[in-house]
């Protein structure tokens, strides 16, 4: 929750995006992921945090590196659906 913090207060410097500190959080999430496995009870402030990250970002600011969205969306279905996406191979014709 600190990096969740430290990237947000860092999303006020509108000149540029602050990828290292989003990166930070994105890891310690992943390793709160991993840590907690099947675990049915996860901390409130975790879930509001992951939960429509994808949404927040891209209402936040209007320019985004794309790596900080397929980030996001892995984190989201991994924390959810307990998997990481995986699209080789599997993309929709025309993608």
Not at 72 to 87: I, K, M, T, V, Y
Request: charged share 25%; proline share 5%.
């Amino acid at each position: 929750m600190d990096l969740w913090c430290s990237f947000q207060l860092a999303l006020s410097n509108k000149r540029t995006y602050p990828s290292a500190e989003f990166n930070s959080f994105a890891a310690s999430a992943r390793r709160y992921i991993q840590a907690l496995g099947r675990e049915p009870l996860i901390h409130r402030e975790v879930v509001n945090a992951i939960n429509g990250l994808v949404e927040f970002l891209t209402v936040e600011r209007e320019r985004l590196p794309d790596a900080i969205i397929l980030e996001a969306n892995r984190l989201e279905c991994l924390f959810f659906s307990g998997q990481e996406p995986q699209f080789d191979g599997d993309d929709p014709l025309g993608l």
